[in-house]
């Protein structure tokens, strides 16, 4: 099975940009579509973004569009997900999850190994 651990979040001022890291461990890795998703405070948890195994396709939720960017170093088992132009409403926890096939979409069922979330605070 594989392990995921999300790193990186904190508090960022409006506008600002952070970079998450959710680096795995298992053997299949590098065969995995990969995700992320967060969950604001009293909300249900939603679809961020989602790269396919060897990153030559990623999708995006409409609300980070532009602003955030998926990305996978295979070598390193490590998921990045860049976040630029960042606003008050993308304040949440992020979580980091693997998808069983090569390719995955925006619904949570598609995957099945979720990390543990990072915290990201963004301040007006």
């Known amino acids: 099975q594989v392990q995921l651990v999300e790193s990186g979040g904190r508090l960022v001022q409006a506008g600002g940009s952070l970079r998450l890291s959710c680096a795995a461990s298992?053997?299949?890795?590098?065969?995995?579509?990969m995700g992320w998703f967060r969950q604001a405070p009293g909300k249900e948890r939603e679809f961020v973004a989602t790269?396919?195994?060897?990153?030559?396709?990623?999708a995006y939720a409409d609300s980070v569009k532009g602003r955030f960017t998926i990305s996978r170093d295979n070598a390193k088992n490590t998921v990045y997900l860049q976040m630029n132009s960042l606003k008050p409403e993308d304040t949440a926890v992020y979580y980091c999850?693997?998808?069983?096939?090569?390719?995955?979409?925006?619904?949570?069922?598609?995957?099945?190994?979720w990390g543990q979330g990072t915290q990201v605070t963004v301040s007006s």
């Open positions: 298992g053997r299949t890795f590098s065969r995995n579509a």
């Open positions: 790269i396919s195994w060897d990153g030559s396709t990623n």
């Open positions: 999850a693997a998808a069983p096939g090569r390719f995955a979409l925006s619904r949570q069922n598609d995957y099945n190994y």
